[in-house]
């Protein structure tokens, strides 16, 4: 799949680098790896603001959609927006679930499940390390 913006594993790795991204950051977005449960910087933070892909700062997620899910990983009900995000389906790990993406560049942000609170019943759970965090 194409994506608006492409670089090779080298260039990402300068670009996050040079972001003071999370050691995981690269593996994550680029090749889908997770980062261990309660352990990303931004399951805990309340702030109010937008989060954004680490990658290509585009606008994911907004504060107010975040939720406390005991999962460990920061979870929302919804993008920002309905061009937020895209997702394919995922069967690694002998598991079927949706994979969320960030569409501008392809960066795996986590999975989203359909577990989540009313009204839609969503749990967008994504890896801090995919992340950053524009405080309002």
């Not at 939720?67 to 790990?93: K, M, N, Q």
């Not at 969503?122 to 965090?133: I, W």
């Amino acid at each position: 799949m194409s994506y608006k913006i492409e670089k090779t594993d080298e260039q990402w790795q300068a670009l996050l680098r040079d972001k003071g991204a999370e050691p995981l950051a690269f593996v994550v977005t680029r090749y889908a790896a997770t980062e261990p449960a309660y352990s990303g910087k931004l399951e805990p933070n309340r702030a109010a603001g937008v989060y954004h892909c680490i990658c290509c700062d585009k606008a994911l997620f907004d504060s107010d959609t975040k939720f406390e899910s005991h999962c460990g990983w920061p979870s929302y009900i919804r993008p920002i927006d309905g061009d937020a995000v895209t997702s394919r389906l995922d069967h690694s790990h002998g598991m079927q679930r949706t994979e969320v993406l960030c569409p501008d560049c392809g960066a795996h942000l986590g999975h989203v499940f359909e577990d989540g609170p009313a009204p839609d019943g969503l749990r967008y759970c994504m890896n801090s390390a995919s992340l950053h965090f524009s405080p309002r």
